[in-house]
C-alpha cells in the first residue's frame, strides 16, 4: 500500500473519543511494524505476511475478540496484551516477552507451542493488592491452566505471580533454569536466544500467590528447583 506513492511500512490506531464500536482491522501485505493499536475494541484483526516488527504495548487495553495469529519470524517487543481483553491466541515464538499478558483480561487457559523454550519476567504476571488477596486490575487473574511444551528451559522472575486461579500447571518436567531479576537475557524478541540447560535455580517468585494450585502441583515445581513462595 501507498500513500501519494510512497510505501507504508507501519501502521497505528488511534481510538477516538466515544468510540466504542468493534473494529475488524486489516493490515495490508507490504507492512513491516505495527505500531499502536491499544485500547480499541478488536473483533479481528489479518495480518500481512510481511510483518516484520510489532512494537512495546501495542495492543495495550485493547479488547479481541477473535483469534490473533502472527508468524513466528515477527520480532516482538514487551508488554504486548497488557491490561488487554483476550480470549484466545497461537503463539508460535520461542520466547514469551517480558509483560506479554500482564494484567490481561479475561484469559482462562494457555497451551503455549511447542516452539516456546522461555518465558521472560512477568509474561504472564497479575497486580495484586497491598495484602496480596486479590487482582489488582478487574477482570485479570481468570488464568485457569496452562500447558507448557517438552522445549521449555528457562522461566523468569514473576512470570506467572498473582494468577489466584491457576490451578493446573503441566509439561513443565524439563524447565532447568527459574531465573531471578539478575538475569542478563534480552526480553523483547520472538527467539529464544538463552535455551541454557544449566541447572542453576534461583529465587523469583514465579507462582507467588498462586494459591489455587494443589499441594501435589507444588511439591512437582519444588522436585524441579523451584524455590519461593506459592
Not at 53 to 71: L, M, Q, T
Not at 140 to 151: H, M, R, Y
Not at 195 to 218: D, H, M, R, W
Request: hydrophobic share 35%; charged share 20%.
Amino acid at each position: 500500500k501507498e500513500i501519494e506513492g510512497v510505501p507504508v511500512v507501519e501502521v497505528s490506531m488511534t481510538q477516538q473519543r466515544g468510540d466504542t464500536a468493534d473494529k475488524t482491522i486489516i493490515i495490508p501485505e507490504g507492512v513491516k511494524i505495527i505500531g499502536k493499536f491499544q485500547n480499541i475494541a478488536i473483533t479481528s484483526i489479518d495480518i500481512p505476511t510481511t510483518l516484520k516488527v510489532i512494537r512495546n504495548s501495542a495492543f495495550y487495553g485493547a479488547k479481541i475478540k477473535g483469534d490473533f495469529v502472527v508468524h513466528s519470524s515477527v520480532m516482538l517487543g514487551t508488554g504486548l496484551f497488557e491490561r488487554a481483553e483476550i480470549q484466545r491466541i497461537v503463539w508460535p515464538f520461542g520466547s514469551v516477552p517480558a509483560g506479554t499478558f500482564k494484567d490481561a483480561v479475561g484469559l482462562t487457559n494457555v497451551t503455549l507451542s511447542e516452539a516456546v523454550k522461555v518465558i521472560r519476567r512477568s509474561a504472564f504476571e497479575v497486580s495484586v493488592n497491598w495484602n496480596g488477596t486479590a487482582a489488582s486490575v478487574k477482570g485479570a487473574g481468570a488464568l485457569e491452566s496452562v500447558t507448557f511444551p517438552q522445549a521449555i528451559s528457562e522461566m523468569e522472575e514473576r512470570a506467572f505471580r498473582g494468577n489466584m486461579k491457576l490451578a493446573t500447571v503441566s509439561g513443565l518436567e524439563s524447565c532447568k533454569r527459574f531465573e531471578h531479576s539478575g538475569s542478563e537475557n534480552s526480553d523483547n524478541t520472538g527467539d529464544a536466544n538463552s535455551t541454557s540447560n544449566s541447572s542453576k535455580v534461583s529465587e523469583g517468585e514465579q507462582f507467588e500467590y498462586c494459591s489455587a494450585l494443589p499441594i501435589a502441583t507444588e511439591n512437582k515445581l519444588r522436585s524441579i528447583g523451584y524455590t519461593d513462595t506459592f
